[in-house]
């Protein structure tokens, strides 16, 4: 039971310091995330995450309460859950809660301002970091197939403007399909 209780405890402190110093949302926590439950507290496989990932990205939410969700459960099931999304929601909560305090006066303020700037170029280093880190696991799969489902997706929602909905319900679709004829092909030919 001990070990339960600092199992949760660490499950709600660490989402709440990745969530209260993070900016830029889901995609940004992910990498985040990643670092602390994968490489740090290895309780979870690589894999695992990927598959936690894609799962939070197509889930209606916020991406960072939907992989905090998955990963709570993942870990220590319902109860871990909800400490995971307490950890996740409290700091933004809080922080929106202050701002909307005093909006007229952030609103206006070129120093707030150039933070914001500054902020959104960091955010897009991250996403950065994220693609290339999900897609190197991907490439190191040495197999053709989902970088050829990847690579239609951006084609797809870049050049031709195809709905995301339609996108990531298709991918789940193929996705499914592929982890299907794996499997039987695993059984056929071990």
């Known amino acids: 039971m001990r070990e339960n209780i600092q199992t949760f405890r660490k499950l709600f402190w660490s989402t709440l310091k990745l969530s209260a110093c993070t900016f830029g949302g889901g995609f940004v926590i992910i990498p985040l995330m990643r670092k602390k439950f994968v490489e740090e507290l290895h309780w979870i496989e690589e894999q695992e995450m990927l598959d936690l990932t894609a799962i939070a990205q197509s889930s209606p939410g916020p991406i960072a309460v939907n992989a905090a969700i998955l990963i709570g459960y993942h870990v220590a099931g319902a109860l871990g859950a909800l400490m995971t999304v307490l950890g996740t929601v409290l700091p933004p909560l809080v922080i929106i809660s202050i701002v909307s305090l005093f909006y007229q006066a952030f609103r206006d303020n070129v120093i707030v301002n150039m933070a914001m700037m500054g902020m ?14 999900m897609g190197m696991a991907i490439l190191k799969q040495k197999r053709i197939f989902p970088i050829l489902v990847l690579l239609a997706s951006f084609i797809a929602v870049r050049f031709f403007h195809v709905n995301i909905i339609l996108i990531i319900f298709l991918c789940g679709i193929v996705g499914a399909a592929d982890a299907f004829y794996q499997m039987r092909r695993k059984i056929h030919h071990p």
């Open 120 to 133: 959104t170029a960091g955010v897009a280093a991250v996403i950065c970091d994220v693609v290339l880190s």
